[in-house]
């Protein structure tokens, strides 16, 4: 069965440094990885996946994500946090074996940028 | 939020009553669904729909059940709400296709008391 794991509830980064959201993954087929984040009293929103090919993703807002086989991680970055990327970040997994109805999300991230 | 509406965004209601939320869209997507956000679990899916009167269920399809009578709309109904059931609702469009992004309305938070 599919399951994707968030091992941090909560990350706290200084305006202007790097910031990083950890994702790991399990899968049984080829895996298909997402990250969306939710902004208060949001819904989720669409900020890159990974597919196939390139292991460095680039998606909206300056972020990008590197997937990493070997590891099953799909980390989330951007080299120099804002404050207004504080939000709940989350990583999503699709299996090849299951097709594309089943994602399963992590739990999700907060991620606290201070000025 | 990609043309995806939820009502109501809020909803205050007792053990034991039925509920119904309705999820409505501009897009015309062929794929909906229903997930519910708990701390700690992150989304859930209910159940989905991949077409006009065509559903299934999710992971936590207990004790809710849908209906699609038209592309637009997607209902999510709780025949007899529980506490268990208190938590926010989002809709969600698109994602048909194992690559595909989903899309997701701005959610409804539903209290049982």
């Known amino acids: 069965a599919q399951s994707v794991a968030q091992p941090e509830d909560q990350v706290n980064v200084a305006e202007g440094n790097p910031l990083t959201v950890k994702c790991t993954y399990s899968v049984s087929g080829n895996p298909y990885l997402f990250w969306y984040v939710q902004y208060p009293n949001r819904g989720l929103q669409f900020l890159l996946k990974?597919?196939?090919?390139?292991?460095l993703v680039k998606g909206s807002y300056g972020f990008e994500a590197e997937f990493n086989k070997s590891q099953t991680s799909f980390h989330l970055k951007k080299p120099s946090a804002l404050v207004s990327d504080s939000a709940l970040y989350f990583c999503?997994?699709?299996?090849?074996?299951?097709?594309?109805?089943?994602?399963?999300f992590g739990a999700g991230t907060r991620l606290f940028v201070k000025a | 939020d990609a043309g995806i509406t939820q009502s109501p965004r809020h909803k205050v209601t007792e053990t034991g009553t039925p509920v119904t939320l309705r999820c409505h869209q501009t897009?015309?997507?062929?794929?909906m669904y229903w997930y519910r956000q708990d701390p700690g679990h992150g989304l859930r899916l209910i159940h989905y729909s991949y077409g006009v009167k065509d559903t299934d269920k999710g992971e936590v399809s207990d004790g809710y059940s849908v209906s699609r009578s038209k592309t637009e709309d997607f209902l999510l109904t709780l025949e007899s709400a529980t506490s268990s059931q208190t938590s926010v609702y989002f809709c969600?469009?698109?994602?048909?296709?194992?690559?595909?992004?989903?899309?997701f309305g701005p959610g409804t938070r539903l209290t049982v008391l």
């Open positions: 969600a469009i698109g994602g048909g296709g194992i690559t595909d992004t989903q899309y």
């Open positions: 897009e015309n997507h062929r794929y």
């Open positions: 999503a997994v699709r299996d090849s074996n299951t097709g594309g109805f089943k994602t399963i």
């Open positions: 990974y597919i196939t090919g390139d292991n």
